[in-house]
Protein backbone atom coordinates (compact mmCIF):
# COMPACT_ATOMS: atom_id res chain seq x y z
CA UNK A 1 0.00 0.00 0.00
CA UNK A 2 2.58 2.19 0.90
CA UNK A 3 4.52 1.44 -2.51
CA UNK A 4 1.29 2.48 -4.46
CA UNK A 5 1.11 6.44 -2.40
CA UNK A 6 4.74 6.35 -3.04
CA UNK A 7 3.42 5.88 -6.86
CA UNK A 8 0.96 8.77 -6.97
CA UNK A 9 3.08 11.23 -5.37
CA UNK A 10 5.94 10.39 -7.71
CA UNK A 11 3.26 10.78 -10.87
CA UNK A 12 0.48 13.32 -9.89
CA UNK A 13 -0.59 13.24 -13.49
CA UNK A 14 -2.09 9.54 -12.32
CA UNK A 15 -3.94 10.64 -9.66
CA UNK A 16 -4.82 13.82 -11.58
CA UNK A 17 -6.39 11.59 -14.46
CA UNK A 18 -7.99 8.84 -12.32
CA UNK A 19 -10.15 11.77 -10.04
CA UNK A 20 -11.23 13.80 -13.48
CA UNK A 21 -12.77 10.21 -14.68
CA UNK A 22 -14.46 9.48 -11.44
CA UNK A 23 -15.80 12.83 -11.30
CA UNK A 24 -17.03 13.06 -15.12
CA UNK A 25 -18.65 8.89 -14.52
CA UNK A 26 -20.51 10.58 -11.89
CA UNK A 27 -21.57 13.71 -13.56
CA UNK A 28 -22.76 11.64 -16.45
CA UNK A 29 -24.81 9.75 -14.47
CA UNK A 30 -26.23 12.47 -12.08
CA UNK A 31 -27.19 14.01 -15.51
CA UNK A 32 -28.75 10.73 -16.86
CA UNK A 33 -30.76 10.21 -13.43
CA UNK A 34 -32.05 13.82 -14.63
CA UNK A 35 -32.99 13.45 -18.20
CA UNK A 36 -34.42 9.81 -17.18
CA UNK A 37 -37.19 8.16 -15.94
CA UNK A 38 -35.11 5.38 -16.08
CA UNK A 39 -33.61 4.66 -12.64
CA UNK A 40 -29.67 4.45 -12.70
CA UNK A 41 -28.74 0.62 -11.49
CA UNK A 42 -25.68 2.02 -9.16
CA UNK A 43 -22.97 0.11 -7.81
CA UNK A 44 -23.43 -1.53 -4.11
CA UNK A 45 -26.86 0.13 -3.46
CA UNK A 46 -28.59 -0.75 -7.40
CA UNK A 47 -31.47 1.22 -7.54
CA UNK A 48 -32.34 2.26 -4.35
CA UNK A 49 -31.90 6.03 -4.32
CA UNK A 50 -34.76 6.43 -6.96
CA UNK A 51 -36.91 4.89 -4.93
CA UNK A 52 -35.78 6.80 -1.98
CA UNK A 53 -35.81 10.14 -3.72
CA UNK A 54 -39.37 9.62 -5.09
CA UNK A 55 -41.19 7.47 -1.97
CA UNK A 56 -43.55 10.36 -1.95
CA UNK A 57 -45.08 10.01 -5.48
CA UNK A 58 -43.44 6.66 -6.53
CA UNK A 59 -46.09 5.44 -8.78
CA UNK A 60 -45.82 8.16 -11.09
CA UNK A 61 -42.24 7.52 -10.97
CA UNK A 62 -42.91 4.14 -11.73
CA UNK A 63 -45.18 4.79 -14.39
CA UNK A 64 -43.02 7.52 -15.90
CA UNK A 65 -40.17 4.38 -15.90
CA UNK A 66 -41.75 1.52 -17.64
CA UNK A 67 -43.08 3.55 -20.03
CA UNK A 68 -40.05 4.87 -21.44
CA UNK A 69 -38.37 1.37 -20.59
CA UNK A 70 -41.09 -0.83 -22.76
CA UNK A 71 -43.52 -1.53 -20.16
CA UNK A 72 -41.10 -4.24 -19.00
CA UNK A 73 -37.79 -4.04 -17.04
CA UNK A 74 -35.66 -5.12 -14.17
CA UNK A 75 -35.18 -3.64 -10.63
CA UNK A 76 -31.98 -3.85 -8.85
CA UNK A 77 -31.71 -3.15 -5.42
CA UNK A 78 -28.55 -3.58 -2.72
CA UNK A 79 -26.79 -6.55 -3.81
CA UNK A 80 -26.30 -7.73 -0.43
CA UNK A 81 -29.80 -7.88 0.15
CA UNK A 82 -31.24 -9.70 -2.27
CA UNK A 83 -34.33 -6.94 -3.02
CA UNK A 84 -34.51 -7.84 -7.22
CA UNK A 85 -37.42 -7.83 -8.92
CA UNK A 86 -39.14 -7.85 -12.08
CA UNK A 87 -41.57 -4.83 -12.94
CA UNK A 88 -43.71 -4.83 -15.92
CA UNK A 89 -47.60 -3.15 -17.19
CA UNK A 90 -47.51 -4.93 -20.02
CA UNK A 91 -50.74 -6.82 -20.59
CA UNK A 92 -49.03 -9.20 -22.61
CA UNK A 93 -46.40 -10.69 -19.54
CA UNK A 94 -49.77 -10.04 -17.08
CA UNK A 95 -51.54 -12.54 -19.22
CA UNK A 96 -48.81 -14.75 -19.54
CA UNK A 97 -48.24 -15.11 -15.57
CA UNK A 98 -51.92 -14.62 -14.49
CA UNK A 99 -53.90 -16.55 -17.06
CA UNK A 100 -52.23 -18.34 -19.53
CA UNK A 101 -48.74 -19.52 -17.06
CA UNK A 102 -51.42 -19.22 -13.86
CA UNK A 103 -49.94 -22.29 -12.07
CA UNK A 104 -46.08 -21.15 -12.78
CA UNK A 105 -46.22 -18.07 -10.77
CA UNK A 106 -48.30 -18.32 -7.49
CA UNK A 107 -48.18 -15.93 -4.65
CA UNK A 108 -45.13 -17.49 -3.14
CA UNK A 109 -44.32 -18.34 0.59
CA UNK A 110 -42.55 -14.84 1.02
CA UNK A 111 -46.04 -13.09 0.20
CA UNK A 112 -47.67 -15.25 2.13
CA UNK A 113 -45.29 -14.98 5.29
CA UNK A 114 -45.24 -11.32 4.76
CA UNK A 115 -49.06 -11.24 4.91
CA UNK A 116 -49.31 -14.40 8.05
CA UNK A 117 -51.86 -12.75 10.07
CA UNK A 118 -54.70 -13.73 6.95
CA UNK A 119 -53.62 -17.27 8.10
CA UNK A 120 -54.46 -19.72 4.97
CA UNK A 121 -56.99 -16.97 3.30
CA UNK A 122 -57.75 -16.88 -0.48
CA UNK A 123 -55.37 -13.88 -0.66
CA UNK A 124 -52.20 -15.77 0.38
CA UNK A 125 -53.01 -19.47 -1.17
CA UNK A 126 -52.37 -21.23 -4.54
CA UNK A 127 -52.89 -23.74 -6.48
CA UNK A 128 -55.98 -26.46 -4.84
CA UNK A 129 -56.57 -23.93 -1.79
CA UNK A 130 -57.10 -21.01 -3.78
CA UNK A 131 -59.37 -22.86 -6.46
CA UNK A 132 -61.37 -23.91 -3.59
CA UNK A 133 -62.01 -20.88 -1.70
CA UNK A 134 -62.00 -18.75 -5.12
CA UNK A 135 -65.42 -21.73 -5.40
CA UNK A 136 -66.45 -20.65 -1.71
CA UNK A 137 -66.23 -17.08 -2.54
CA UNK A 138 -67.98 -16.90 -5.79
CA UNK A 139 -70.71 -19.05 -4.08
CA UNK A 140 -71.45 -17.00 -0.86
CA UNK A 141 -70.33 -13.29 -1.79
CA UNK A 142 -72.28 -13.68 -5.31
CA UNK A 143 -75.55 -15.03 -3.80
CA UNK A 144 -78.79 -13.33 -3.55
CA UNK A 145 -78.54 -13.05 0.43
CA UNK A 146 -75.26 -12.05 1.06
CA UNK A 147 -75.84 -8.92 -1.73
CA UNK A 148 -79.37 -8.01 -0.29
CA UNK A 149 -77.84 -8.01 3.39
CA UNK A 150 -74.67 -6.10 1.77
CA UNK A 151 -76.35 -3.66 -0.18
CA UNK A 152 -79.53 -2.93 2.59
CA UNK A 153 -76.38 -2.38 4.98
CA UNK A 154 -74.63 0.44 3.11
CA UNK A 155 -78.14 2.21 2.56
CA UNK A 156 -79.17 2.00 5.98
CA UNK A 157 -75.53 3.44 7.41
CA UNK A 158 -75.41 6.02 4.56
CA UNK A 159 -79.36 7.18 5.64
CA UNK A 160 -78.64 6.95 10.01
CA UNK A 161 -74.89 8.12 10.14
CA UNK A 162 -72.54 9.32 7.06
CA UNK A 163 -75.54 11.55 5.52
CA UNK A 164 -76.60 13.27 8.91
CA UNK A 165 -72.80 13.71 9.71
CA UNK A 166 -71.74 15.39 6.44
CA UNK A 167 -75.34 17.11 6.69
CA UNK A 168 -74.17 18.71 10.10
CA UNK A 169 -70.50 19.50 9.10
CA UNK A 170 -72.14 21.29 5.94
CA UNK A 171 -74.56 23.21 8.05
CA UNK A 172 -71.71 24.78 10.81
CA UNK A 173 -69.30 25.23 7.83
CA UNK A 174 -66.31 23.22 9.08
CA UNK A 175 -64.23 21.53 7.47
CA UNK A 176 -64.44 18.00 6.80
CA UNK A 177 -61.54 15.18 6.24
CA UNK A 178 -62.96 12.59 3.83
CA UNK A 179 -60.58 10.03 4.12
CA UNK A 180 -61.11 9.61 7.78
CA UNK A 181 -64.70 9.79 7.65
CA UNK A 182 -64.67 7.18 4.68
CA UNK A 183 -62.20 5.08 6.64
CA UNK A 184 -64.71 5.13 9.39
CA UNK A 185 -67.82 4.73 7.93
CA UNK A 186 -66.36 1.82 5.48
CA UNK A 187 -64.96 -0.14 8.71
CA UNK A 188 -68.30 -0.01 10.32
CA UNK A 189 -69.81 -1.25 7.14
CA UNK A 190 -67.63 -4.30 6.50
CA UNK A 191 -67.70 -5.56 10.40
CA UNK A 192 -71.61 -5.27 9.89
CA UNK A 193 -70.99 -7.39 6.61
CA UNK A 194 -68.95 -9.84 7.99
CA UNK A 195 -70.83 -10.22 11.92
CA UNK A 196 -73.96 -8.76 11.37
CA UNK A 197 -73.15 -6.39 14.30
CA UNK A 198 -72.49 -2.65 14.58
CA UNK A 199 -69.64 -0.79 15.57
CA UNK A 200 -70.74 2.47 15.21
CA UNK A 201 -67.55 4.22 14.66
CA UNK A 202 -69.01 7.29 12.33
CA UNK A 203 -68.92 9.11 15.91
CA UNK A 204 -65.79 11.47 15.17
CA UNK A 205 -66.25 12.86 18.22
CA UNK A 206 -64.86 9.40 20.00
CA UNK A 207 -61.78 7.91 19.36
CA UNK A 208 -61.86 4.92 16.16
CA UNK A 209 -62.51 1.72 17.70
CA UNK A 210 -60.16 -0.90 19.20
CA UNK A 211 -60.94 -3.03 16.05
CA UNK A 212 -60.31 -0.22 14.00
CA UNK A 213 -57.20 1.25 15.67
CA UNK A 214 -55.68 -2.79 15.22
CA UNK A 215 -56.52 -3.31 11.76
CA UNK A 216 -54.81 0.15 11.17
CA UNK A 217 -51.80 -1.05 12.83
CA UNK A 218 -51.83 -4.58 10.77
CA UNK A 219 -51.41 -2.50 7.75
CA UNK A 220 -49.00 -0.11 8.68
CA UNK A 221 -47.28 -3.52 9.39
CA UNK A 222 -47.78 -4.81 6.34
CA UNK A 223 -46.61 -1.46 4.78
CA UNK A 224 -43.36 -1.70 6.54
CA UNK A 225 -42.65 -5.16 5.55
CA UNK A 226 -43.18 -4.61 1.92
CA UNK A 227 -40.65 -1.84 1.86
CA UNK A 228 -37.58 -3.05 4.02
CA UNK A 229 -35.56 -6.30 3.43
CA UNK A 230 -36.93 -9.40 4.88
CA UNK A 231 -34.43 -10.09 7.14
CA UNK A 232 -34.64 -7.12 9.01
CA UNK A 233 -38.25 -7.01 9.16
CA UNK A 234 -38.17 -10.86 10.29
CA UNK A 235 -35.57 -9.96 13.01
CA UNK A 236 -37.55 -7.41 14.24
CA UNK A 237 -40.39 -10.08 14.88
CA UNK A 238 -38.16 -12.45 16.43
CA UNK A 239 -36.88 -9.73 18.75
CA UNK A 240 -40.69 -8.38 18.79
CA UNK A 241 -39.71 -4.49 18.99
CA UNK A 242 -41.14 -1.92 16.68
CA UNK A 243 -43.88 -2.39 14.09
CA UNK A 244 -44.01 -5.81 14.57
CA UNK A 245 -44.36 -5.66 17.89
CA UNK A 246 -47.47 -3.55 17.33
CA UNK A 247 -48.21 -5.77 14.55
CA UNK A 248 -48.15 -8.84 16.98
CA UNK A 249 -50.59 -7.04 19.78
CA UNK A 250 -53.16 -6.05 16.99
CA UNK A 251 -53.45 -9.17 15.77
CA UNK A 252 -54.46 -10.44 19.33
CA UNK A 253 -57.05 -7.60 19.64
CA UNK A 254 -58.62 -8.65 16.14
CA UNK A 255 -58.47 -12.42 16.63
CA UNK A 256 -60.55 -11.83 19.89
CA UNK A 257 -63.19 -9.72 17.90
CA UNK A 258 -63.57 -12.45 15.21
CA UNK A 259 -63.65 -15.14 17.57
CA UNK A 260 -66.02 -14.40 20.22
CA UNK A 261 -68.71 -13.59 17.07
CA UNK A 262 -67.69 -16.74 15.57
CA UNK A 263 -68.71 -18.19 19.54
CA UNK A 264 -71.73 -16.25 19.79
CA UNK A 265 -73.04 -17.94 16.49
CA UNK A 266 -72.33 -20.96 17.31
CA UNK A 267 -74.98 -20.83 20.32
CA UNK A 268 -77.37 -19.19 17.52
CA UNK A 269 -76.84 -21.80 15.19
CA UNK A 270 -80.15 -22.93 14.73
CA UNK A 271 -81.75 -19.35 15.01
CA UNK A 272 -82.76 -17.76 11.59
CA UNK A 273 -79.59 -16.45 10.05
CA UNK A 274 -78.60 -13.90 8.18
CA UNK A 275 -77.08 -13.41 5.06
CA UNK A 276 -74.03 -11.80 6.63
CA UNK A 277 -70.63 -13.66 5.39
CA UNK A 278 -70.02 -15.58 8.99
CA UNK A 279 -73.85 -16.70 8.77
CA UNK A 280 -72.81 -18.35 5.15
CA UNK A 281 -69.71 -19.47 6.31
CA UNK A 282 -71.93 -21.64 9.21
CA UNK A 283 -73.76 -22.80 7.04
CA UNK A 284 -71.09 -23.82 4.48
CA UNK A 285 -70.88 -27.79 4.23
CA UNK A 286 -66.67 -28.14 5.54
CA UNK A 287 -64.18 -31.50 4.88
CA UNK A 288 -65.41 -33.69 7.22
CA UNK A 289 -61.95 -34.61 8.34
CA UNK A 290 -61.36 -31.36 9.48
CA UNK A 291 -61.32 -30.43 13.39
CA UNK A 292 -63.60 -28.43 15.49
CA UNK A 293 -60.40 -26.17 15.85
CA UNK A 294 -59.42 -26.24 12.40
CA UNK A 295 -63.25 -25.10 10.79
CA UNK A 296 -62.97 -22.23 13.21
CA UNK A 297 -59.88 -21.25 11.95
CA UNK A 298 -60.55 -21.60 8.25
CA UNK A 299 -63.57 -19.33 9.44
CA UNK A 300 -61.36 -16.74 11.23
CA UNK A 301 -59.14 -16.61 8.59
CA UNK A 302 -61.84 -16.43 5.72
CA UNK A 303 -63.54 -13.20 7.51
CA UNK A 304 -60.05 -11.50 8.07
CA UNK A 305 -59.43 -11.44 4.51
CA UNK A 306 -63.08 -10.06 3.57
CA UNK A 307 -62.71 -7.25 6.20
CA UNK A 308 -58.96 -6.75 4.77
CA UNK A 309 -59.89 -6.97 1.56
CA UNK A 310 -62.66 -4.42 1.24
CA UNK A 311 -62.44 -1.96 4.39
CA UNK A 312 -59.95 0.20 2.78
CA UNK A 313 -59.86 -0.38 -0.98
CA UNK A 314 -63.70 0.89 -1.23
CA UNK A 315 -63.00 4.23 0.95
CA UNK A 316 -59.47 4.93 -1.32
CA UNK A 317 -61.89 4.63 -4.32
CA UNK A 318 -64.24 7.02 -3.00
CA UNK A 319 -61.73 9.37 -2.03
CA UNK A 320 -60.19 9.49 -5.40
CA UNK A 321 -63.89 10.14 -6.71
CA UNK A 322 -64.73 12.72 -4.80
CA UNK A 323 -60.99 14.05 -5.43
CA UNK A 324 -61.51 13.66 -9.20
CA UNK A 325 -65.29 15.62 -8.45
CA UNK A 326 -63.65 18.45 -7.85
CA UNK A 327 -61.18 18.68 -10.42
CA UNK A 328 -64.06 18.36 -12.75
CA UNK A 329 -66.79 20.56 -11.76
CA UNK A 330 -68.65 19.73 -15.06
CA UNK A 331 -68.28 15.89 -14.07
CA UNK A 332 -69.86 16.71 -11.25
CA UNK A 333 -73.19 18.70 -12.97
CA UNK A 334 -73.37 15.76 -15.23
CA UNK A 335 -73.77 13.37 -12.06
CA UNK A 336 -75.92 15.27 -10.28
CA UNK A 337 -78.31 15.52 -12.89
CA UNK A 338 -78.46 11.73 -13.66
CA UNK A 339 -78.93 11.16 -10.01
CA UNK A 340 -81.68 13.82 -9.62
CA UNK A 341 -83.64 11.81 -12.21
CA UNK A 342 -83.83 8.66 -10.28
CA UNK A 343 -86.19 7.26 -7.47
CA UNK A 344 -85.04 7.71 -4.12
CA UNK A 345 -85.92 7.21 -0.49
CA UNK A 346 -86.27 10.52 1.47
CA UNK A 347 -85.03 10.53 4.91
CA UNK A 348 -85.55 13.05 7.77
CA UNK A 349 -83.55 16.17 7.05
CA UNK A 350 -84.82 16.35 3.72
CA UNK A 351 -81.32 13.62 2.84
CA UNK A 352 -82.24 11.18 0.07
CA UNK A 353 -80.40 7.50 -0.49
CA UNK A 354 -80.76 5.07 -3.37
CA UNK A 355 -81.51 1.77 -3.44
CA UNK A 356 -78.48 -0.42 -5.27
CA UNK A 357 -80.81 -1.59 -8.15
CA UNK A 358 -81.58 1.94 -9.00
CA UNK A 359 -78.21 3.13 -9.28
CA UNK A 360 -77.98 0.76 -12.21
CA UNK A 361 -79.67 2.93 -13.85
CA UNK A 362 -76.73 5.67 -13.45
CA UNK A 363 -74.83 4.79 -16.76
CA UNK A 364 -72.63 8.08 -16.47
CA UNK A 365 -72.21 7.93 -12.90
CA UNK A 366 -71.11 4.06 -13.29
CA UNK A 367 -68.31 5.92 -15.74
CA UNK A 368 -67.47 8.27 -13.77
CA UNK A 369 -66.62 5.61 -10.96
CA UNK A 370 -64.25 2.91 -13.36
CA UNK A 371 -62.52 5.88 -14.58
CA UNK A 372 -61.39 6.63 -10.88
CA UNK A 373 -60.56 3.05 -10.75
CA UNK A 374 -58.43 3.57 -13.99
CA UNK A 375 -56.57 6.14 -12.85
CA UNK A 376 -56.26 5.69 -9.34
CA UNK A 377 -56.56 1.64 -8.75
CA UNK A 378 -57.02 0.88 -4.81
CA UNK A 379 -54.57 -1.74 -5.19
CA UNK A 380 -51.99 -0.15 -7.45
CA UNK A 381 -49.82 -3.12 -7.66
CA UNK A 382 -50.24 -6.78 -8.14
CA UNK A 383 -47.23 -9.47 -7.47
CA UNK A 384 -46.19 -12.81 -7.90
CA UNK A 385 -43.15 -15.12 -7.96
CA UNK A 386 -41.82 -17.65 -10.37
CA UNK A 387 -41.93 -20.87 -9.65
CA UNK A 388 -39.62 -22.25 -12.17
CA UNK A 389 -37.98 -20.80 -15.03
CA UNK A 390 -39.50 -18.91 -17.68
CA UNK A 391 -39.33 -16.61 -21.15
CA UNK A 392 -41.92 -13.92 -21.03
CA UNK A 393 -43.60 -12.67 -24.40
CA UNK A 394 -40.79 -9.72 -24.48
CA UNK A 395 -38.39 -12.32 -24.35
CA UNK A 396 -37.34 -11.50 -21.23
CA UNK A 397 -35.73 -14.47 -19.22
CA UNK A 398 -37.00 -15.17 -15.81
CA UNK A 399 -35.51 -17.28 -13.09
CA UNK A 400 -36.95 -19.33 -10.47
CA UNK A 401 -37.96 -17.43 -7.59
CA UNK A 402 -38.00 -14.19 -8.95
CA UNK A 403 -40.72 -11.85 -7.65
CA UNK A 404 -42.66 -10.14 -10.45
CA UNK A 405 -44.50 -7.11 -9.75
CA UNK A 406 -47.41 -5.89 -12.25
CA UNK A 407 -47.94 -2.16 -11.89
CA UNK A 408 -51.65 -1.94 -12.15
CA UNK A 409 -51.58 2.37 -11.73
CA UNK A 410 -48.64 2.15 -14.53
CA UNK A 411 -51.08 -0.02 -17.24
CA UNK A 412 -53.73 1.89 -16.64
CA UNK A 413 -52.31 5.50 -17.70
CA UNK A 414 -50.16 3.70 -20.51
CA UNK A 415 -51.88 5.27 -24.08
CA UNK A 416 -50.85 2.04 -25.73
CA UNK A 417 -53.36 0.38 -23.87
Known amino acids: MGSFWSFLV ?3 EVYLSISCFLCITLL ?5 CQKSAIPVNWPVVGMLPFFLRNLYHIHDKVADFLHEAGWNSMVFGPGFLNMNFFVTCDPATANHCLNANFKKYPKGNDFAEMLDFLGGAILVSDFESWEYQRHM ?3 NLGSRAFRSFAMSTITRKAGTTLLPYLDDMAKLGSE ?4 GVFMRFFLDVTYTSAFATDLDCLSMSRPIHAFGQATKEVEEGVLFRHMMPPSLWKFLRVLNVGSEKKMANARVVIDRFIYEEIAKRKTKRNKESQGDVLSLLMKWPM ?12 RRDTVMAFIFATKDLVAVTLMWFFYMMCKHPHVEAR ?9 STTLPGNLSVFEGDMLQRAIYLQAALLETLRLFPAAPFEEVEACADDVLPNGA ?3 KGTRIVFSIYAMGRAEGI
Request: charged fraction near 30%; glycine fraction near 0%.
Open 397 to 399: RIS
Open 137 to 139: VMV
Open 287 to 298: DPSMSKQQMTLF
Open 335 to 343: ILEEVKALQ
Open 28 to 32: RLIRR
Open 176 to 179: VELE
Open 10 to 12: SYP
